[in-house]
């Protein structure tokens, strides 16, 4: 362990740091220099404070006295000045602290001497121990207390239980000293406690980390692992996946691995997904388990699935189409190249939890879960697209035309029948003469008002209601003051006719429309002020603000079409799905899509075949296809040297024996 000081982390980079901006929700902070409540908390968890000198020599002294009548004052000080030490790295005052605790052991047995000392090291009300205290407060000189205190637990016989100590308060439940050093990344100091013998294979439980809303916590999973790799420490991770005591494949409390964790930490930003896709993939690669990505959490959920349960597009994308090369990890491959030819590649996709021949399968999360906004995008996806599209094509289309030959036929025929007079009766009509007609009349009306309503209701809210606002209030003041313009003269009709407000108003709306005139201004008391507000209004209402009306709703109109394809999506999808329930077990048996491929002796996969046309692809990256040794006496480490260094790296294919779905 090196007393190097640990590089210094921006705010950025610590797991918490957005908590700033979020109102304190925990009656006990980790360490925190805001408490709630009545302020009764133990010093042994309150926020530290720097000890004043003259304070700290008063302690000290008093610690020596051993006066009954102090003790309590003195076992109350000794945690104080314990925690003052270790977050502000005071080495000397440390030792001093140590040494004085253990004379004060001498009087115990053995096992009661650990005890004691381990309970002087740790908070009775939250288990915080004064190694968590240490890293809760990084500083230059945090490698060596950490080495001091380690040390004194060895020399006393409780390392173990020190080390690995866990909080035993509800919010942080769980977490251990190794928890905290990854959460800090501090590499060396993790290297450390693991090798002094700290758990790996533990979990923090408490509600801060299974938080019921996001903002009363977070998630990156339970485990020390998990936690590294959802922030990104892939040092750490390398770390743990070595080691032979990690269980990789562990689960917390809702049943999610390691996987999960970094499925449910992805979010939009593309950085953010890309370290988060390069971390799931190190891991499946790293781990001896090659099942991993199979095991499901409580709610019966993959990774796979759960990302698209939560709309994750990017690493969802990423499992659908991962192909691995190298033949150690190739059974991971979701999708294998198996021929290209110039621009043209044919891949082949795994359909296992993809298609509905599987339970729960990744197409129906994304058709009919109604809480994720995206869903057209993942739809988008391959090879979940070409599903649908060859759905539809095989069997879809047909039962749909049917059904809708069906339908017709009998809205026609019901029609006819309804409106066809028998004998000498005519058609029904309203009576308004008693009150079923009349509430019928009601009916209709209030069907037709609610349809219109429905069809135009976002433009009306959008674009018009606030047009129509601004428009009222031009309306109004310039009605207000041409009205005030006008002579007032009571034996002239004519002029009488616009000196009122509502006559004014009148005239400027037909003016707005294109139907009025100018009469107006020539009993006007300053007929070049009224006609200059006159020229006003029209320009800023019939000019700008018509137009912006137009604008407004031309926009208007675009996202609603781009809307409307994406629920005539998701439509169609929902009506393929559907239609395919309604098969019985023969014909969905025959209507099943892919086929049967060996990809290797005991791995055989259902695969649907896609061709894809890659010009860029192609442009940049020529394939080599190695069905030979030697291709005319030349190998493909051969063509790259007749091709020069600058030459992009050739891919090596593999072979994939292709069968029928009946085997």
């Not at 621009?343 to 058709?367: F, G, K, R």
Request: net charge negative; hydrophobic share 40%; with cysteine.
């Amino acid at each position: 362990m090196t007393s190097e000081a640990p590089n210094l982390v921006e705010p950025k980079d610590f797991i918490f740091s957005s908590l700033v901006s979020i109102n304190p929700v925990f009656t006990k902070p980790m360490d925190s220099h805001v408490t709630e409540g009545d302020g009764k908390h133990e010093e042994m968890d309150s926020p530290c404070s720097p000890v004043d000198e003259s304070v700290r020599f008063l302690l000290e002294e008093n610690s020596r006295e051993n006066e009954p009548s102090n003790a309590n004052h003195e076992i109350h000080n000794h945690e104080i000045l314990l925690l003052s030490a270790v977050s502000d790295g005071d080495k000397e005052l440390l030792t001093r602290l140590l040494k004085n605790i253990k004379d004060r052991s001498s009087s115990f047995s053995k096992s009661g001497a650990q005890d004691y000392l381990l309970n002087k090291l740790t908070a009775k009300d939250t288990g915080k121990t004064c190694l968590m205290k240490a890293l809760l407060n990084i500083n230059s000189n945090t490698p060596e207390i950490v080495r001091i205190l380690i040390s004194f637990s060895e020399n006393n016989g409780f390392w173990d239980q020190f080390i690995n100590a866990e909080y035993t308060e509800e919010n942080y439940k769980g977490q251990t000293a190794l928890h905290i050093a990854i959460e800090r990344r501090q590499f060396e100091i993790v290297k450390y406690l693991i090798a002094k013998g700290a758990k790996i294979n533990v979990r923090a439980s408490g509600l801060f980390f299974n938080p019921v809303d996001k903002n009363n916590g977070f998630y990156f999973g339970e485990t020390p692992l998990a936690l590294a790799a959802c922030t990104n420490q892939p040092e750490i991770v390398e770390l743990l996946m070595n080691d032979n005591q990690t269980n990789v494949s562990m689960q917390d409390s809702f049943g999610n691995t390691v996987l999960h964790a970094l499925v449910t930490a992805s979010e939009g930003s593309e950085a953010h997904n890309t370290f988060i896709i390069n971390m799931y993939d190190k891991i499946i690669r790293k781990c001896k388990n090659k099942s991993l990505e199979d095991i499901r959490n409580k709610n019966g959920l993959s990774p796979m699935q759960l990302a698209a349960t939560t709309g994750k597009l990017e690493i969802l994308k990423y499992i659908l189409n991962r192909e691995i090369k190298d033949k150690e990890n190739r059974i991971l491959s979701k999708r294998f190249t198996d021929w290209a030819y110039g621009p043209i590649s044919s891949y082949l996709y795994d359909l296992h939890d993809v298609d509905t021949s599987s339970e729960n399968s990744v197409l129906e999360i994304i058709v009919y879960n109604t809480d994720i906004n995206n869903r057209h995008e993942l739809l988008a996806l391959e090879p979940l697209q070409t599903l649908l599209r060859m759905k539809w094509q095989t069997f879809a289309r047909i039962m749909f035309s049917v059904s809708f030959l069906f339908t017709f036929t009998y809205n026609l025929a019901f029609t006819l029948l309804y409106y066809q007079p028998h004998g000498d009766k005519t058609p029904k009509a309203l009576n308004f003469s008693g009150t079923t007609g009349i509430f019928e009349l009601f009916g209709q009306v209030f069907i037709m008002i609610w349809a219109t309503y429905l069809i135009v209701q976002k433009v009306i809210w959008n674009d018009v209601l606030k047009f129509l606002l601004v428009y009222v209030l031009f309306l109004c003041g310039f009605g207000v003051a041409l009205a005030s313009l006008i002579e007032h003269c009571p034996d002239d009709a004519d002029c009488r006719r616009y000196n009122t407000f509502g006559r004014a108003i009148m005239e400027l709306f037909k003016l707005t429309i294109g139907l009025g005139d100018l009469e107006m201004q020539q009993d006007s008391k300053y007929p070049g002020l009224f006609l200059l507000l006159l020229i006003t209004y029209v320009i800023l209402t019939f000019v700008l603000l018509l137009n912006m009306l137009i604008v407004l709703m031309g926009q208007t109109v675009d996202d609603i079409s781009k809307d409307s394809e994406n629920i005539w999506r998701l439509q169609r999808a929902r009506t393929i799905l559907e239609y395919e329930k309604c098969l019985p077990t023969c014909l969905r048996n025959k209507f099943k899509l892919g086929n049967i491929c060996n990809i290797s002796e005991k791995d055989r996969r259902l695969c649907l075949r896609i061709n894809e046309v890659k010009w860029t692809e192609w442009h940049n990256q020529v394939t080599c296809l190695n069905d030979e040794p030697k291709l005319n006496g030349t190998s493909c480490s051969d063509l790259r040297d007749i091709a020069g260094p600058d030459h992009p790296k050739q891919m090596s294919q593999i072979t994939i024996q292709v069968y029928s779905a009946d085997g």
